[in-house]
């Protein structure tokens, strides 16, 4: 298991892989660039770029933090709650707001969808000063998209199933609060197995651009035997929201359905 406690210098970071210039070798011929190396804690740092060709629309990038475990390149990596999407021509941009003090190895990218996933993105290293007393800034929580950037983000009116070996059907996309809303589908059982948990999750963005992370709320449904699930749940906090719902990690990356509600 990696340390924790174990940091390695900006030199060791770059000789791993990680240097301040994002490294794209496994992102080419895509692009990155970074706002900055060193930054305050949560100050806002951005990334943006352009995906590489064969990178479809909509996929979902994920921020992770290499944890070293020695200082010879063994270690982990660790995702963190920061994502965005590629947009329809490709581009892309990420902001994060990072409370970790320390310089680190961080990747951007997303595991291919075949049977021996590969790593699609690129890396480098990041400082981040401070004290570790520093509060997390409150206002990236009131962030509001509409419902068209919400369907640029793969959140649309029908069920999005393109990461969803199956169906999905929603009763309504809009509703007031506290008022039912049925969510059922079919999902083939040789990805999801029969009794899997499927977890309703809410897309809290962070900016206009598409960045934010997931939070999990308290309504799961299981997959039934026969390969079919319902979840009627009821929501309270009002505003047109990106939902998904989504199993455990069973490859790389979850599998899920991404939908949009309106609660009035």
């Not at 496994?26 to 806002?44: C, F, I, V, Y």
């Not at 520093?134 to 029908?158: E, H, I, M, W, Y």
């Not at 079919?228 to 009821?234: G, V």
């Not at 790389?252 to 359905?257: F, R, T």
């Amino acid at each position: 298991m990696a340390q924790a406690d174990v940091s390695l210098t900006s030199k060791q970071l770059t000789q791993a892989g990680y240097p301040k210039k994002p490294n794209v070798v496994d992102w080419a011929p895509g692009t990155a660039k970074l706002s900055t190396n060193t930054a305050a804690q949560w100050e806002d740092v951005v990334i943006t770029g352009k995906a590489p060709d064969f990178t479809t629309p909509g996929q979902l990038l994920t921020l992770s933090r290499y944890v070293p475990a020695d200082t010879q390149g063994n270690g982990e990596m660790k995702a963190l709650n920061v994502t965005t999407t590629v947009n329809p021509n490709g581009t892309f941009a990420m902001r994060m707001q990072l409370g970790y003090v320390g310089t680190y190895g961080y990747s951007v990218g997303y595991y291919t969808d075949s049977f021996s996933p590969e790593f699609v993105g690129f890396q480098f290293q990041l400082t981040t000063t401070g004290d570790s007393s520093a509060a997390a800034k409150g206002s990236s929580q009131a962030v509001q998209l509409t419902k068209k950037q919400l369907r640029r983000g793969g959140f649309t009116t029908t069920p999005n199933v393109n990461i969803w070996p199956g169906t999905a059907t929603l009763s309504t996309n809009r509703a007031p609060a506290g008022s039912p809303i049925t969510l059922s589908g079919t999902a083939d059982p040789a990805v999801v197995k029969p009794g899997s948990v499927l977890t309703l999750t809410r897309f809290v963005p962070t900016d206009k651009q598409g960045s934010g992370h997931f939070e999990d709320l308290p309504i799961q449904t299981v997959l039934k035997a026969d390969g079919t699930f319902e979840l009627t749940f009821e929501l309270n906090q009002k505003g047109t929201y990106g939902y998904s719902l989504t199993t455990p990690v069973t490859t790389d990356e979850p599998l899920g359905i991404e939908f949009q509600i309106t609660t009035t």
